[in-house]
């Protein structure tokens, strides 16, 4: 069946724009990840969503962050106000259920603030 | 906290041949997965394998394994018979229950393939 998919698979956007990232989970999947992958950093921890239930933000750098996901199934990150340290790999994950299944990801979208 | 530690940032092997990639972890929690995932150039990651922490036998996919050792909190992968498309950044990986199974991912380790 169809994997995790992203969109854009790349985006460059001047400092201070507003840019929103989407994925689209595997189908049946009530648990969704995002994470950020950047040189500097490795790979981080972002926001978790699981089913109907409010999301765990713990991971979101500042409030310039925000995600969303509709229906249980697609997601969007936005970031307002990109700053140049906004450049990284973003991920999306999904997810039968949170603890004992392994999370499948998408290819990422590569974000570059100029 | 759950912290994930890999100690070699690069590694070579000659095609064939076999390599081990290393892991330790930190964790109170007495029943939990480790993972392996891969990332190749196209930047797609990808399961490599999954250790049950209450099993005691090793996982096995094919040419990769792994050494658990429960009590010293080591995850190691071993890769057989390496082959080019084995060329990747390979991470260890450990589901944080504080942030609902979320990965804690370490560092990574590049492994080069060659001829």
């Known amino acids: 069946g169809a994997g995790v998919s992203q969109s854009p698979s790349n985006k460059v956007t001047e400092k201070g724009k507003d840019v929103e990232l989407r994925c689209d989970p595997i189908s049946g999947h009530t648990a969704l990840y995002w994470y950020r992958q950047s040189l500097g950093q490795g790979l981080e921890f972002l926001i978790y969503f699981q089913g ?11 409030d310039r ?5 509709t229906g ?19 991920l999306c994950a999904s997810s039968l259920d949170g603890q004992f ?8 979208t590569r974000l570059t603030v100029t | 906290a759950q912290t994930v ?20 972890y930190d964790t109170s929690e007495n029943n939990y997965y480790l993972f392996w995932y891969k990332q190749p ?34 995850f190691s992968l071993k ?9 990747a950044m390979y991470f260890c990986a450990f589901p944080n229950p504080n942030s609902g199974y979320a990965l804690n991912f370490g560092k990574g380790t590049s492994l080069l393939v060659t001829p």
Do not use: W
């Open chain 1, 65 to 69: 962050f925000s995600a969303e996901r």
């Open chain 1, 52 to 62: 109907n239930s409010a999301p765990d933000k713990s991971g979101l750098p500042s």
């Open chain 2, 41 to 74: 150039p196209s930047r797609q990651m990808i399961l490599v394998i999954r250790q049950e922490a209450y099993k005691q036998q090793n996982a096995t996919e094919n040419r990769f394994s792994v050494n658990f050792q429960k009590a010293a909190k080591s």
């Open chain 1, 101 to 108: 299944y392994e999370q499948y990801f998408g290819p990422g």
């Open chain 2, 79 to 87: 890769i057989s018979d390496s082959q080019l498309g084995d060329t």
């Open chain 2, 5 to 24: 530690t890999q100690s070699q940032p690069e590694m070579s092997v000659q095609e064939a041949e076999t390599v081990t990639l290393s892991c330790t």
């Open chain 1, 72 to 90: 249980g199934s697609v997601s969007t990150l936005t970031i307002q106000r990109t700053q140049q340290e906004d450049s990284a790999v973003y």
